[in-house]
């Protein structure tokens, strides 16, 4: 059974950091794309950022470059996204992604597997 599972939200203060962990179970996602999108209540769910599994170079959305990195653990199977200098705008619930067919990071559609998401809030 294949399964990503995020960790790592919580409530942090504005200015603050997270990182959230997506570790996946039930194959290995090597050569596929991995996927940080989130959404905030009443919005649409939205990228956040996105790579390789194994490495390569990453994308980031416009919103958190230069704040937000992608990182990995190959030996755990596990990805995760360091969030730096938190703004409230970035309070959401983050999932992560991951899809084999992925031709554009953006879309959320192309991902076949996601996990259940992590709360994140970001006080002021």
């Known amino acids: 059974q294949v399964q990503l599972v995020e960790s790592g939200g919580g409530l942090v203060q504005a200015g603050g950091s997270l990182r959230l962990s997506c570790a996946a179970s039930g194959r290995t996602f090597s050569s596929y794309a991995v996927g940080w999108f989130r959404q905030a209540p009443g919005k649409e769910r939205e990228f956040v950022a996105a790579s390789i599994w194994s490495g390569g170079t990453p994308y980031y959305a416009d919103s958190v470059k230069g704040r937000f990195t992608i990182s990995r653990d190959n030996a755990k199977n596990t990805v995760y996204l360091q969030m730096n200098s938190l703004k409230p705008e970035d309070t959401a619930v983050y999932y992560c992604?991951?899809?084999?067919?992925?031709?554009?990071?953006?879309?959320?559609?192309?991902?076949?597997?996601w996990g259940q998401g992590t709360k994140v809030t970001v006080s002021s």
């Open positions: 992604a991951a899809g084999s067919f992925v031709t554009s990071w953006y879309t959320s559609d192309q991902y076949a597997y």
